[in-house]
């Protein structure tokens, strides 16, 4: 397990290296701390998925993870006891950010493993277009979007998903005390780090979003993501209905 942990990382921090010193830095450390994206893989949540869409991709580690694990799988370096790693046919991003999405480009659109096919397009995931999907990915991007446009997202995303697809997001649960109140101070100090200021964030109980995508056609399980870290997020696995 620490073997592969470490070569999964290590794969898919290299095509950063290309790009430049803290894109490479951000993807060692972002992959070494975050658990949401070991949790991908080991419980294989996007196993069987074809086609995906990540939506606030930033600089593609989602698709880097991926490519990463269909890598270390070839070569043996994928411990027995997980599912095998999802194989996507595509894989197509969604950042607001131009300048990660041009580094999402230089350091992934090169050959890929397999058949997979990886796309980064600059835009707003509250007006984008969203392609048909059969996993549709929102990783800690909501509670930037105002109450009103979350529901519009959400309800897009569902349209975009046929019944038995996928939305994988995480949130953070604005009922977790003061793990909560960490992680928005986290999230506050990313932000003016990336010289976006000081911008609210818009942040809900986590039965305030189980009741919200109950209503925009999912049903709805939950994968804690506390363990190891200071933050009050859960991953959530919405079934479209």
């Known amino acids: 397990m620490p073997q592969a942990r470490a ?23 972002k992959l070494r701390v975050d658990p949401a994206f070991m949790t991908i893989v080991q ?3 996007l196993t069987g998925r074809a086609r995906l869409l990540d939506l606030g991709c930033g600089q593609g580690l989602l698709s880097a993870w991926l490519r990463a694990a269909h890598i270390c ?12 790693p999802p194989t996507p046919i595509s894989v197509h991003g969604i950042e607001m950010t131009p300048l990660d999405v041009e580094r999402a480009r ?8 397999g058949d997979m096919k990886l796309e980064f397009v600059a835009g707003d995931i509250r007006s984008a277009e969203l392609q048909p999907a059969d996993a549709i990915v929102i990783l800690d991007v909501l509670h930037y979007i105002p109450r009103p446009a979350q529901e519009q997202v959400l309800r897009r995303v569902r349209a975009a ?38 911008q609210p964030l818009y942040c809900r109980p986590l039965s305030d ?10 049903e709805t399980q939950t994968i804690p993501m506390r363990a190891g870290t200071p933050f009050a997020n859960v991953m959530l696995l919405a079934e479209a209905r």
């Open 7 to 29: 070569a999964l990382i290590a794969a898919a921090s290299a095509p950063y290296r290309r790009v430049g010193h803290y894109p490479y830095l951000h993807a060692c450390s």
């Open 106 to 113: 230089h350091a992934l659109l090169r050959p890929p493993p």
């Open 161 to 198: 998903l046929a019944p038995g697809a996928l939305l994988l997001t995480r949130i953070g649960d604005a009922g977790g005390g003061l793990p909560y109140c960490f992680s928005t101070w986290v999230d506050k100090a990313v932000l003016l780090a990336r010289g976006r200021g000081l």
């Open 73 to 84: 799988h070839a070569r043996g370096l994928w411990p027995e006891n997980w599912p095998p």
């Open 209 to 218: 979003w189980l009741r919200l995508l109950t209503e925009c056609g999912f």
């Open 43 to 45: 419980r294989g949540l």
